[in-house]
């Protein structure tokens, strides 16, 4: 079983529209998640972190965790031409100042 | 302020030749990666810098990968006798260690390896 898993896509929704990005992980022990964005031919920029239970916003995008479902997600509201990426998933395990696991990403087209 | 850099940005290499991929965190991060992400893959961890401890190598896929770090600072990726599936996206990334809400990674623009 992979350790951080996510629908690879594409997920494509109209301009205007919420898009709801899931992962699913593994490793009960894991403490932190982050959400990165990716547009083509660039390096991951970190979006959101999350490490409690329940929901966190930030602007337009709304990180989810559940713990016991062991399930992470990330909502982008109102969502723009601009949005169209793939989006990483990642996971910090028990330890503090470890290296991330990252899914494979999902890949997110925006239609004006 | 500056970001992490990374030198060069593409490199295109001749199987089996060796090559030295630099990164440069971001001033005051203890904590430096490196990862690399082929086409249509995830980014899979190679090694992890914390300060002055010993590295965390166990992402390391063969003996021809090694990497340094000096002075706590820049770090040199070393792939030796390179291979064909070591094409790649070469990313490192680096973060502040010490409080739970500083773990985030800044990653850099990313070195594309090409060989050949």
């Known amino acids: 079983q992979k350790e951080v898993e996510q629908n690879s896509g594409p997920l494509s929704v109209p301009e205007g529209a919420i898009a709801s990005l899931n992962c699913t992980y593994s490793?009960?022990?894991?403490?932190?998640f982050f959400w990165y964005r990716q547009y083509s031919g660039k390096s991951p920029e970190l979006i959101m972190f999350?490490?409690?239970?329940g929901d966190k916003e930030d602007g337009r995008f709304t990180a989810q965790l559940n713990k016991a479902s062991q399930y992470v997600s990330l909502l982008i509201r109102d969502s723009q031409p601009s949005d169209s990426a793939t989006y990483l998933c990642?996971?910090?395990?028990?330890?503090?100042?470890?290296?991330?696991?990252f899914g494979k990403g999902t890949t997110l087209s925006v239609s004006s | 302020g500056a970001g992490v850099s990374q030198s060069p940005s593409n490199k295109v290499t001749e199987k089996g030749k060796d090559v030295e991929l630099r990164c440069d965190p971001i001033?005051?991060?203890?904590?430096l990666y490196w990862y690399r992400q082929s086409l249509g893959q995830g980014l899979e961890f190679l090694i992890y810098?914390?300060?002055?401890?010993?590295?965390?190598k166990s992402g390391l896929p063969s003996d021809r990968f090694s990497a340094e770090r000096t002075g706590g600072s820049v770090s040199t990726l070393t792939i030796q006798r390179t291979q064909q599936e070591d094409s790649a996206v070469y990313l490192c990334?680096?973060?502040?260690?010490?409080?739970?809400?500083?773990?985030?990674?800044?990653f850099g623009p990313g070195t594309r390896l090409t060989v050949t």
């Open positions: 990334a680096s973060s502040i260690s010490g409080t739970l809400s500083s773990y985030e990674q800044y």
């Open positions: 490793d009960r022990g894991s403490q932190s």
């Open positions: 999350i490490y409690s239970n």
């Open positions: 990642a996971m910090r395990g028990r330890q503090a100042g470890t290296a991330l696991i």
């Open positions: 001033s005051g991060h203890t904590a």
């Open positions: 810098f914390q300060g002055n401890s010993a590295p965390d």
